[in-house]
């Protein structure tokens, strides 16, 4: 079974850190693209940082960079996301994303809640 499994969210005061994880089954996830997105409530779902296949190239939304860090262990099928600073405006469901060539396939979690507040 093709699934992605998100864990780590949370409610975290402002300042705060957590790591999400998101565990991957069913697919040849070393061959994958992995991001992270979020979605706050009335906003549309956006992409937070995404790493390539190898590790070998990150990218972050500009609002967290400095202060996110994606990982992937691909002996793990695991892709982390190190969240720091957390401040209210991070306030989200987190969903893991696995994509193949731009497309041809993609694999979405069901998503992990992220509140920042105090």
């Known amino acids: 079974q093709v699934q992605l499994v998100e864990s780590g969210g949370g409610l975290v005061q402002p300042g705060g850190s957590l790591r999400l994880s998101c565990a991957a089954s069913?697919?040849?996830?070393?061959?994958?693209?992995m991001s992270w997105y979020r979605q706050a409530p009335g906003k549309e779902r956006e992409l937070v940082a995404a790493?390539?296949?190898?590790?070998?190239?990150?990218n972050y939304a500009d609002s967290v960079k400095g202060r996110f860090t994606i990982s992937r262990d691909n002996a793990k099928n695991t892709v982390y996301l190190q969240m720091n600073s957390l401040n209210p405006e991070d306030t989200a469901v987190y969903y893991c994303?696995?994509?193949?060539?731009?497309?041809?396939?993609?694999?979405w979690g069901q998503g992990t809640l992220v509140t920042v507040s105090s």
């Open positions: 790493i390539t296949t190898f590790g070998g190239s990150t």
């Open positions: 994303n696995g994509n193949y060539r731009g497309g041809v396939h993609e694999v």
């Open positions: 069913g697919f040849t996830f070393i061959s994958y693209t």
